[in-house]
């Protein structure tokens, strides 16, 4: 729209000219499911950056382990991938039954079994924490165990947090629905993506 | 309808001052507010290089100890790229122009904005606050294992800011990516962008690439200087080298991150100036892409003198000289915009100008240094200095200054004085050249970066460059002066002062809460100067609304 100070002397020409009014704008379009992707794009360039400098200091260690760590037992880590890969498919239906049929009792139930999944997964990483023989300083390959192991459950951590809060807005009957699921969906693409970053870890980490 | 838009239909409304000071969410006060935050450290950074100058004014450490020289330039570097040129470029001038230039009401996200933002102030006193505990003084690079042995709360301070400016960067880049590929109206493609949008868009993928690395890369540092684990120590078993790939896969996209936008810019300004249209759109356009893509595969240019293996260090030299490709591109576009126009040679267009022949040289010098061979020379010299000054200061800053003069009409309704534009253009150009042109000398005759102290064989030159800096302080006086008093007394501004054809100048200046009372529709391309139809346009922008609309809505 023209403000009154705009140079008055000018030439007549209908103010149509340049913005050829439409009949309407447009509401502010919901981005935050795109713009939430885009940002879990940039987290995991965090990961990729904490993966590469893994294998960077592998390369240049000369026994992965170091002579006197144990070697990483593979059972308990085995069953926590298991069970959270599982999660994934759990927290799935939660999705399916708010967009299907906007059920949001079904969605809380599957929002439950799947912070359940997520916290054994972490009870099950604090007790093999426990019952490792290296501490976080003891050596090169100790603190890169750690960290990317902890940054990952820190990840776990935030999920099981942003499920807790779906729940807590969920008990607002209609906050969700079949068309007003941001939150519901957001979560479950965040949990997918924690999962991936899972997988990839345990590959690296116990299985190469 | 709505308060807000019956407020348009008055007299221009004002944002009244307190909303600057306070968590708004609109774009074009979250951009002044970057503008004017960075600006101050813009002087503070400024502050610091002037110490480190004097120091070096003698070949003596006379001035201040080593210690406090090292803690100087590295806090000059960190304050001038995290706390001005970053958040001025990409907040600043990306906020107030973007959703403007692309008919949106705001960004797609504005309280994350508007977070962004506000993460800046406390994250900025934090790090000048450090200087009371001894800052870091490692250098903007923060090499370990040096790192971790010097002012050890410094450094955690300095890992911890970092990480948090990282963070805001991250989220204005989503902002902007969002943003542009998301709100444009849906009468403008990509392809009738304005070409600062394209720079944006690079930039924005490249913020969100790379800065999230540079986050990896502080934290194993924090690890190591906190908690005693040894990720880059030797001593230890660990490995430096792997923080310098990590750093520098960040650091060599962010010295685009502080150049695309700049660019954006100029492309804005020089075919307004020389009234021509853009030479070669999508080839501007698209190089910056490309720039942003090559940008994120040559940062081990910065280590050829690291160990890095020699097959290595000719693939990261060749990757190198490829970018000057699309970067020589642009330069031949904005030279035969200029070409054979009839310049309007006022502040900006100067600016422009200066911002294409000095970023030239800083380029060359960059194709220099890309050759390994003369790296192993010149690497750690002034030669660098020079090198990245003429690119950060001959390119990004007075990009910035271009920027500055070109939209300062916009933003505040008021325009500056054209005189002390130029009085501080002629002081900026002459005392910048004069303070990093010897550079070049002093680097190929072997004068160490980063040293309080040299060989007095270098003196005669130093001091050049300590009156070149000087010039250069005095500079910004002209500039500050003329703005705060245009800004509060300067003559009103039309919508349309430089009879431009981008969306920016079809609102009033300033331009009213939530920009655009209906959604715009494009007529024109935003560089088809010289066109009767052109006329016509730029006409509409300064004639009175009609009456008919003036009428509706109001109370
Ligand atoms: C034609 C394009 C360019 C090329 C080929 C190039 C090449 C290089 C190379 C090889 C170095 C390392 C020199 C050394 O440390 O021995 C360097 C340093 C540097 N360049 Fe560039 N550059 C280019 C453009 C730019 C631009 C546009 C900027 C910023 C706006 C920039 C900023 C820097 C900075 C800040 C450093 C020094 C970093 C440090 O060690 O502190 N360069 N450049
Ligand atoms: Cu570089």
Known sequence: MQGSTADQNQADITYAATIETSEHHSEHPDLRLFGFIVFLVSESMLFLGLFVAYFAFRVVTPDWPPEGTDELELLLPGINTIILISSSFVIHRADTAIKKSGDVKAARLWFVITIAMGATFLAGQLYEYNHLGFGLTTNLFASTFYLLTGFHGLHVFVGLLLMSAVLWRSRVPGHYSETNHFG???????WHFVDVIWIILFLILYIL | MTEAQAHHLDEVEVTPWREYFSFSTDHKVIGIQYLVTSFVFYLIGGLLAELVRTELATPASDFVSRETYNELFTMHATIMIFLWIIPTLTGGFGNFLVPLMIGARDMAFPKLNAIAFWIIPPTSILLLLSFFVGPASAGWTSYPPLSL????????IWILGVILLGTSSIMAGLNFLVTILKMRIPSMTLNDMPLFCWAMLATSALQLIATPVLSGAMVLLGFDLLVGTNFFNPAGGGDPIVYQHMFWFYSHPAVYIMILPAFGLISEILPVHARKPIFGYQAIAYSSIAI???GLIVWAHHMFTSGTPDWLRMFFMIATMVIAVPTGIKVFSWVATVWGGKLHLCSAMLFGMAFVSMFVVGGLSGVMVASVP???HVHDTY?????LHYVLFGGSVFGIYAG?????????????NEFWGKVHFAMTFVGFNICFLPMHVLGLQGMNRRIA?????FAALNVVCTIGSYLLAVSTVPFMVNAVWSWIAGPKANSNPWKGLTLEWTVPSPPPVE????DPVLVIGPYDYGTPKALDVVAATLAPPPPALVGEGSE
Do not use: C
């Open chain 2, 292 to 294: 942003s893509f090559l």
């Open chain 2, 383 to 387: 030669f660098v200095v020079a090198h």
């Open chain 2, 149 to 156: 042995m010097t002012n050890k709360a410094g450094e955690a």
């Open chain 1, 184 to 190: 519901i969906e957001a979560t479950e693409v965040y």
């Open chain 2, 374 to 376: 003369f790296d192993i």
């Open chain 2, 515 to 518: 920009n655009f009372e209906e």
């Open chain 2, 453 to 457: 102290e040299y060989d007095p064989k």
């Open chain 2, 404 to 416: 500055l003069y070109q939209w300062f009409p916009k933003m505040t309704g008021r325009m500056l």
